[in-house]
């Protein structure tokens, strides 16, 4: 088993920025995948962005240009750096990881864009 724990969500104005954090304990052999997901109220959980134990990284269009994934393989950590924030970046944001065709789930950070 993988266990993923989130850090960094909060308020934030618009035009602000936010770091979030997430570390990977547990069984680890080899996490193929981390990223993050997100979801808004009355929403489905969405993509916002993915990297590749290799580096290779996929980001939704809403967030191109705005959003920053990282990751550290020997931490096992995940990094997304949220820039220039937008209201409709509102949500409850997901740390995922996949290891052998396991996904895992954090529990969550909420992440709220308001004046």
């Known amino acids: 088993q993988v266990q993923l724990v989130e850090s960094g969500g909060g308020l934030v104005q618009p035009g602000g920025s936010l770091r979030l954090t997430c570390a990977a304990s547990g069984t680890i052999f080899s996490i193929n995948i981390m990223g993050w997901y997100r979801q808004a109220p009355v929403n489905q959980r969405e993509l916002v962005a993915i990297?590749?134990?290799?580096?290779?990284?996929n980001y939704a269009d809403s967030v191109k240009d705005r959003f920053t994934i990282s990751r550290d393989n020997a931490k096992n950590t995940v990094y997304l750096q949220m820039n220039s924030l937008k209201p409709e970046d509102t949500a409850v944001y997901y740390c995922n990881a996949v290891q052998d065709y396991s996904n895992y789930w954090g529990q969550g950070t909420q992440v709220t864009v308001s004046s």
């Open positions: 990297i590749t134990r290799g580096g290779s990284i």
